[in-house]
């Protein structure tokens, strides 16, 4: 077998299961260290009133992190919503669904494509300018947070100079494909565990800023 | 001085807690996304004109983070380091808000536990810097 053929079949597969794998484990670790709470009360009841939800006031917004740090808040939003609906919804992807399983979705215009590509290896940039510039950031940023940022951007980039064949096409397009399959492993053993954590801890821990059922607490059965 | 002062540290104690709370701890400590969003939170980081040092996950960084990476091996110098960090600038209010759902005060209430099991925590006659 040829490297384009390892990194675009048997790769692929192991990629896909280390991280679906990690994922259950991470799952696992939240779930064995919370329980299920006896008396569930909804965080309304927490806040003290029945009237929650209340209508949004001003003072909500600027308490918030959007009125905290607006820019910020915007640029993670969109850089967010890009990078997941980017690798789904584009062209290239989707004729690998067809080839694969038979069916393809959507599909950016390349354009479109483009200028979302460009738009997630700026918020990269700009997440790397943040640890660089920013004295609190920059307090507790070690090697490790650029190496994560460089994992997340890097399919992109080396994506975007195969699409437009800046440089030699195949071996970009393998170096994309082996990026992406790396950020998939690492996704599940790293902070980039917080695409799934983020929903069991916002919306599952019974606490002031719960924003679901909030059904669990920690559990206090293993001893210090 | 109390006969605490001079004493060794029980490094297997201290192993023994970090492990026993490994699984939660160190899952969490490799959850934070260090994006510094919590620091407005934090009464005591406005109230100090933003020194990051008061920052909450600065501060769980810095001692149990520490601690896990270390696995336990420190000595009393080093608790010492962080009691200023655990006892006084943060006063367990729960107030921080995190993102992401990260219970900060949980954890430092973990590193005073094992502070305290080695006889690190400021007595009564400290003086004002305590009080
Ligand atoms: C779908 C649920 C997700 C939520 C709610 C979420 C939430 C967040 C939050 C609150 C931050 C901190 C703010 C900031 O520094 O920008 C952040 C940062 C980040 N997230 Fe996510 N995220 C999600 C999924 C993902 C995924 C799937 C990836 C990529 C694999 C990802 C990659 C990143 C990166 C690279 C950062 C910047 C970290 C840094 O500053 O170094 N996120 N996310
Ligand atoms: S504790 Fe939360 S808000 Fe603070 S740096 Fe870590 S992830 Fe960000
Ligand atoms: S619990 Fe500690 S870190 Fe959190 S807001 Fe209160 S003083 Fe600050």
């Known amino acids: 077998m040829d ?68 820019v910020i808040t915007v640029v993670t939003t969109i ?32 354009m479109v494509a483009d200028v979302l590509t460009l738009v997630v290896i700026a918020g990269g940039f700009f997440f790397i300018l943040r640890r660089l510039l920013v004295r609190r950031v920059r307090a507790i940023t070690t090697f490790y947070d650029y190496f994560i940022v460089a994992v997340v951007v890097a399919p992109f980039v080396t994506g975007y ?4 064949q800046l440089l030699n096409y195949e071996t970009f397009l393998i170096f994309h494909i082996l990026l992406g399959e790396l950020m998939l492993i690492v996704i599940p053993f790293t902070k980039l565990k917080h695409g799934l954590l983020f929903f069991l801890y916002r919306y599952q821990m019974n606490y002031e800023h719960c924003l679901g059922a909030g059904s669990r607490v920690w559990s206090y059965n293993q001893a210090k | 001085m109390s006969d605490q002062d001079n004493k060794a540290v029980d490094r297997a104690e201290i192993s023994g ?6 699984p939660e701890m160190k899952h969490i400590l490799n959850y934070c996304l260090h994006c510094s969003l919590c620091a407005e939170s934090c009464f005591l980081y406005m109230s100090h004109d933003g020194d990051p040092e008061y920052m909450p996950s600065y501060k769980v960084i810095n001692s149990l983070g520490k601690l896990y990476k270390k696995k336990g091996n420190v000595d009393r110098e080093f ?40 006889g690190v925590f400021p007595e009564l006659d400290e003086g004002e810097s305590w009080l």
């Open chain 1, 79 to 110: 850089f967010h919503v890009f990078l997941i609906m980017l690798p789904i919804f584009v062209l290239g992807h989707n004729v690998l669904f067809e080839e694969s399983f038979g069916f393809s979705l959507f599909v950016f215009p390349e």
């Open chain 2, 79 to 118: 608790l010492e380091g962080i009691k200023g960090m655990v006892w006084n600038n943060c006063v367990l209010c729960h107030r921080c808000y995190c993102p992401i759902g990260i219970d900060i005060p949980r954890m430092i209430d973990f590193t005073r536990s094992i502070c305290r099991s080695q």
């Open chain 2, 17 to 22: 807690m970090l492990a026993k709370k490994a």
């Open chain 1, 161 to 164: 100079i195969a699409t437009h």
């Open chain 1, 3 to 70: 490297i384009y053929g390892l990194v675009r079949g048997p790769l692929v597969w192991v990629s896909l299961i280390v991280f679906v794998l990690g994922m259950v484990y991470q799952a696992q670790q939240f779930l064995s260290s919370t329980r299920v709470r006896e008396v569930v009360l909804p965080p309304a009841a927490l806040l003290g009133g029945g009237d929650f939800p209340r209508p949004l006031s001003l003072a909500d917004i600027s308490n918030s992190f959007f009125g905290i740090h607006p």
